[in-house]
């Protein structure tokens, strides 16, 4: 059973910064991209941060500048620094990994359950 385990969500104020985390576990063949989405109350999730297994990155443009994914293959988690943070920035961050178990031939979306992010004085 995949899993995947968002951490380090919180409440921060304007300009600070927060640095999330998400593993994978279980029986994980292979992990091509790794990437957050994000969903703030009343809005679409959409997507934050992408990289891929070589490491490339894309950022949606209000992020670019302040937000950093990596991700460490040997650990399976991605991550993500999150700088100058905004009150537009408030919401519910998800990991998303497309990934190859053990068990299957092909590879599949998995999420985590989400992290809340709140950005206030």
């Known amino acids: 059973q995949v899993q995947l385990v968002e951490s380090g969500g919180g409440l921060v104020q304007p300009g600070g910064s927060l640095r999330l985390s998400c593993a994978a576990s279980g029986s994980i063949f292979s992990i091509d991209t790794m990437a957050w989405y994000r969903q703030a109350p009343g809005k679409e999730r959409e997507l934050v941060a992408i990289i891929t297994s070589g490491g490339s990155t894309q950022y949606r443009d209000s992020v670019k500048g302040r937000f950093t994914i990596s991700r460490d293959n040997a650990k399976n988690t991605v991550y993500m620094q999150m700088n100058d943070l905004k009150p537009e920035d408030t919401a519910v961050y998800y990991c998303?990994?497309?990934?190859?178990?053990?068990?299957?031939?092909?590879?599949?979306?998995?999420w985590g359950k989400g992290t809340l992010v709140t950005v206030s004085s």
């Open positions: 998303n990994a497309v990934l190859r178990p053990h068990d299957r031939l092909t590879y599949m979306d998995y």
